[in-house]
């Protein structure tokens, strides 16, 4: 079976760093999109940011302030997100999805991406 398993979450004081890790197996995701999206309590999922491949176009959450570094290790057949200067509202289940879609607006939808990870925890304290 396809999977896809995040990690790097914990807990970390606010303004500090931590940098997730999405893997994936059964299937090679090089010509998909790959994505973040996160989860706070009580609140929606919310599009964090996506890359189809190394070095290709990146699409941001809107709510995203420049923080945060995506990235693809194509040869690992993995997706990083880099989080720096940590804020207690990013406290939150970060999911990793991929998917392969065309249009820009596609990228940015969760009913696009067809296959998700558990998740992993980040929390930020003050």
């Known amino acids: 079976q396809v999977q896809l398993v995040e990690s790097g979450g914990g807990s970390v004081q606010a303004g500090g760093s931590l940098r997730l890790s999405c893997a994936a197996s059964g299937r090679t995701f090089s010509r998909d999109r790959m994505a973040w999206f996160r989860q706070a309590p009580g609140k929606e999922r919310e599009f964090v940011a996506t890359?189809?491949?190394?070095?290709?176009?990146?699409y941001w959450g809107d709510s995203m302030d420049g923080r945060f570094i995506i990235s693809r290790d194509d040869a690992k057949n993995a997706v990083e997100l880099q989080m720096h200067r940590l804020r207690p509202e990013d406290t939150a289940v970060y999911y990793c999805?991929?998917?392969?879609?065309?249009?820009?607006?596609?990228?940015?939808?969760?009913?696009?991406?067809?296959?998700w990870g558990q998740g992993t925890q980040v929390t930020v304290s003050s």
């Open positions: 999805a991929a998917g392969f879609m065309e249009s820009m607006t596609q990228a940015r939808d969760e009913r696009a991406y067809v296959y």
């Open positions: 890359t189809r491949r190394a070095g290709g176009s990146v």
